[in-house]
């Protein structure tokens, strides 16, 4: 090969180098954050989908976090009209359920996200045989399905087997959520993650929630939240006066502040689409 040839590709060799190590990162890399550093692009859109007006305690903090980086929508499956407590003496029906919206509304405010969406299925529908059960639960699915469309989130979390304290609400709007989205095999969109404890979590709460967890080898999603983050939360809970005294308010608080690992962790439920031809 002539010396000059040599030299010509060396050059333009010097100049690829240059360009590839030298040039300065591209634009939008500039304009990321340390969560989009740390964890990709943030979502635009998250769903928590759950089935009473206070399930949202469980994941407070995550929801107050991504607030400011995300719309954050709650939705609410039933109306919460068997939510009777000793304290607040409210009988079920209308005026808990009237109540409950308006503590709902409350916890989103605190917490920072968008104003709750009411799917108004029956509270207890997880019950078996509890009114009209499948035309309620057929009604119900349409509503999710048709609210997902609506807000087309990036990102839905819900219960999962476990449902958090083992209600079969709870249960059952993990399930839903999870039928429709292999239903309609929106998998491509939306990231679907079940929140779940770990063993060690629960130990900080009172025996008698009956709490559930999955193992923490499976929970391979894990969101940090800030000393703020944890403060709207504590703010949130408390709107639900009709469901807890304050003593237990208190002392809730208490056992989360008591946690200062300040992290809750979540499973995204994946599917292999590859076909095959046996197990
Ligand atoms: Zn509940």
Same mark, same amino acid.
């Given at each position: 090969?002539?010396? +000059?040839?040599?030299?010509? @590709?060396? /050059?333009? *060799?010097?100049?690829?180098?240059? $360009?590839?190590? #030298?040039? =300065?990162?591209?634009?939008?890399?500039?304009?990321?954050?340390?969560?989009?550093?740390?964890?990709?692009?943030?979502?635009?859109?998250?769903?928590?989908?759950?089935?009473?007006?206070?399930?949202?305690?469980?994941?407070?903090?995550?929801?107050?976090?991504?607030?400011?980086?995300?719309?954050?929508?709650?939705?609410?499956?039933?109306?919460?009209?068997?939510?009777?407590?000793?304290?607040?003496?409210?009988?079920?029906?209308?005026?808990?359920?009237?109540?409950?919206?308006?503590?709902?509304?409350?916890?989103?405010?605190?917490?920072?996200?968008?104003?709750?969406?009411?799917?108004?299925?029956?509270?207890?529908?997880?019950?078996?045989?509890?009114?009209?059960?499948?035309?309620?639960?057929?009604?119900?699915? +349409?509503?999710?399905?048709? @609210?997902? /469309?609506? *807000?087309?989130?990036?990102?839905? $979390?819900?219960? #999962?087997? =476990?449902?958090?304290?083992?209600?079969?609400?709870?249960?059952?709007?993990?399930?839903?959520?999870?039928?429709?989205?292999?239903?309609?095999?929106?998998?491509?969109?939306?990231?679907?993650?079940?929140?779940?404890?770990?063993?060690?979590?629960?130990?900080?709460?009172?025996?008698?929630?009956?709490?559930?967890?999955?193992?923490?080898?499976?929970?391979?999603?894990?969101?940090?939240?800030?000393?703020?983050?944890?403060?709207?939360?504590?703010?949130?809970?408390?709107?639900?006066?009709?469901?807890?005294?304050?003593?237990?308010?208190?002392?809730?608080?208490?056992?989360?502040?008591?946690?200062?690992?300040?992290?809750?962790?979540?499973?995204?439920?994946?599917?292999?689409?590859?076909?095959?031809?046996?197990?």
């Amino acid at each position: 090969m002539p010396l +000059k040839m040599k030299t010509n @590709k060396l /050059i333009r *060799l010097i100049i690829l180098l240059f $360009l590839v190590v #030298g040039c =300065d990162p591209l634009p939008e890399q500039k304009n990321m954050d340390m969560e989009s550093l740390l964890n990709g692009k943030p979502p635009k859109t998250i769903m928590a989908i759950f089935a009473h007006p206070d399930d949202e305690t469980t994941i407070g903090p995550v929801l107050a976090k991504y607030a400011s980086i995300s719309d954050v929508h709650l939705v609410v499956a039933t109306d919460g009209s068997f939510g009777v407590t000793n304290h607040a003496k409210i009988p079920a029906g209308d005026s808990l359920i009237a109540i409950r919206k308006i503590e709902t509304e409350c916890a989103c405010r605190e917490l920072g996200i968008k104003p709750p969406h009411f799917l108004e299925a029956k509270d207890g529908l997880g019950l078996n045989g509890h009114n009209n059960f499948y035309d309620e639960v057929t009604q119900l699915k +349409k509503r999710l399905a048709d @609210k997902i /469309i609506e *807000l087309q989130p990036d990102v839905i $979390l819900t219960f #999962g087997p =476990d449902g958090d304290t083992g209600h079969p609400d709870h249960r059952l709007i993990g399930l839903l959520t999870t039928e429709i989205l292999l239903r309609e095999s929106w998998f491509d969109k939306i990231d679907l993650y079940h929140f779940a404890w770990t063993k060690e979590q629960t130990t900080k709460f009172p025996k008698d929630w009956g709490l559930g967890w999955a193992h923490e080898k499976v929970l391979h999603t894990k969101i940090d939240f800030s000393a703020k983050d944890e403060q709207m939360a504590f703010a949130s809970l408390q709107c639900h006066q009709s469901q807890f005294t304050k003593q237990e308010m208190t002392d809730w608080i208490q056992a989360e502040k008591n946690d200062t690992t300040n992290v809750l962790y979540f499973r995204k439920f994946v599917v292999d689409t590859i076909r095959r031809n046996g197990f």
